[in-house]
């Protein structure tokens, strides 16, 4: 496909997202099964245009001279007029590119002159609660967010894993936040198929994940729980920080997002156990540590999946909120009398972050927090907040 072509691609797929409730990541892999023609390359270029978009979604828009809801033609224009793309070279008409300007077309508006919403590209609600942040945070979130490891420290550690990536060309560098992250350079597309990654010397997982873990500082033989443990990554974390001694119990209230699990553990050599909901009570009063990653809105990690920020509304939220406040309390029932809990989200959102330790606080008068910690891209990482939490009076 010519560079043409891809972008009438993305202005294609991107007006489909716009129509539906579909995730773009869904939308670009259903597209790619239908159109065959289209190669690896294409695929991933196309991709890029159109994350590419929404992370500026609203700025795009504003400088082509469109309104809210913008086609992704409109979208697409703007987005290239922000990175200085000749509109004539692209706009052609010819060979399957996005048909000619019209002299309308050919307008647009300095993004200095919108309001303060667009150029931070936020939805005007939630610039507020934006406002306790510097500027750059919300401009961070508009760029590409980086590839991270963290090195299973179960089986090398920084110097080894860099070398056997090193064998298959992928070129890593230390990262920020953490000391077992590496930051991927060259070779980032490589990394699922290295042999580091199949012989479980490294996992993809961001640099502040890894620092929340850090922070929590699991002890060696602790029984731990990952109450909403997805996928599993931060349970593994944990039992590699932990040297694999201990009982790392992993659940999540839809079960098939723990389908990965077992062959992720069996590769980073680690034994954990997944918990039914209908299991959680034998465990009340006896884990050591709870880790609640709770559903949040995501914001923190707005770079990597830009379409949940205008899929975010105020009444999502609040179901959102009222789901931390749940998991919460039940990570209380879940904790030994001398245990702690440690909540976090990939969360910039104040109401899902202090807010709602605030309210813990006022239903359960006997948890105080041990530490606290809030990391935005500006740190090195994805956006995350961490507070570990511990019975007041125990004994």
């Not at 239908?34 to 795009?60: F, H, Q, V």
């Not at 997805?230 to 079960?255: E, S, Y």
């Not at 209380?332 to 440690?342: E, N, S």
Request: aromatic share 4%; net charge negative.
């Amino acid at each position: 496909m010519t560079p043409a072509a891809r972008v009438q691609a993305a202005i294609d797929i991107l007006d489909i997202w716009r129509a539906g409730d579909a995730g773009l990541d869904r939308i670009l892999a259903r597209w790619g099964r239908e159109n065959r023609y289209a190669g690896s390359g294409d695929r991933r270029a196309i991709a890029d245009l159109c994350y590419d978009t929404l992370r500026r979604k609203r700025s795009a828009a504003w400088v082509a001279g469109a309104g809210e809801d913008a086609a992704g033609r409109d979208l697409l224009r703007g987005t290239l007029m922000l990175s200085g793309t000749d509109l004539d070279a692209v706009f052609t008409g010819v060979h399957h590119a996005p048909a000619a300007l019209t002299e309308l077309e050919r307008g647009g508006r300095p993004l200095e002159d919108a309001p303060a919403a667009v150029q931070r590209d936020l939805p005007d609600w939630l610039l507020e609660m934006f406002a306790g942040y510097p500027d750059e945070v919300a401009l961070a979130l508009r760029e590409r967010a980086p590839v991270d490891l963290r090195v299973n420290l179960l089986k090398a550690d920084r110097a080894s894993a860099e070398a056997a990536l090193a064998q298959d060309g992928i070129a890593v560098v230390s990262a920020p936040l953490s000391d077992t992250a590496l930051r991927v350079g060259e070779g980032a597309r490589k990394v699922a198929r290295s042999a580091a990654y199949d012989d479980g010397l490294v996992e993809i997982q961001d640099a502040a994940s890894q620092a929340v873990i850090d922070m929590i500082t699991p002890v060696p033989g602790e029984t731990v729980l990952d109450l909403c443990a997805g996928a599993g990554g931060k349970t593994l974390a944990m039992a590699a920080r932990m040297g694999g001694t201990g009982q790392f119990l992993a659940h999540d209230i839809a079960p098939d997002r723990m389908t990965e699990l077992a062959p992720r553990s069996a590769r980073a050599g680690v034994s954990a156990e997944t918990i039914a909901t209908d299991e959680l009570q034998s465990l009340a009063g006896r884990v050591d540590l709870v880790l609640v990653d709770a559903p949040c809105s995501g914001s923190g990690a707005w770079r990597r999946n830009p379409d949940a920020k205008w899929r975010l509304t105020p009444e999502g939220l609040q179901r959102l909120v009222q789901t931390q406040d749940a998991v919460l309390d039940q990570a209380a029932a879940l904790a030994a009398p001398d245990g702690r809990i440690a909540y976090m989200t990939c969360s910039l959102l104040p109401v899902e972050n202090d807010a709602r330790i605030a309210a813990f606080q006022s239903r359960r008068h006997n948890w105080s927090v041990l530490q606290k910690r809030q990391i935005t891209p500006l740190d090195g990482g994805d956006g995350f907040f961490c507070v570990i939490l511990t019975r007041i009076n125990q004994g």
